[in-house]
């Protein structure tokens, strides 16, 4: 295993940034919960995961975050994909219901 030697201020400056961000991001998240804002949370988790990534560039290097970043895409996409498809599915079936309810009340 390679050693780095952390620059302790560049490390410090990195975590402070993304605490901050990590502030920020949540109150936006909870904004668009309270909006009924449905379906986002695998992009909340890419934009979360992607924003601390790049947030340690400054301390590991960019080369050791883009092999990091290749890692979380290999295992990361197939997630995205099935939170969509299960989400859509999801909603289909709750206006297919709600119009089943409807039709029902309307006999």
């Known amino acids: 295993m390679k050693e780095i030697a952390v620059n302790w201020l560049v490390f410090g400056v990195s975590l402070t940034s993304l605490l ?3 502030i920020l991001y949540s109150i936006l998240i909870r904004w668009g919960s309270k909006k009924a804002v449905e379906g986002q949370t ?4 890419v ?5 601390t990534l790049l947030g340690m560039i400054p301390t590991f290097g960019l080369m050791t ?3 990091i970043f290749a890692g979380f895409a290999a295992s990361g996409i197939p997630m ?3 939170y969509i498809l299960r989400v859509h ?5 709750d206006k297919e219901n709600a119009k089943g309810i409807a039709k029902d ?3």
């Open 89 to 93: 599915k999801a909603q289909q079936t």
């Open 47 to 51: 934009v979360g995961v992607t924003v």
């Open 80 to 82: 995205i994909v099935e």
């Open 20 to 22: 901050l961000f990590g």
């Open 65 to 67: 975050i883009a092999l």
């Open 42 to 45: 695998a992009w909340a988790v």
């Open 105 to 107: 009340l309307l006999q």
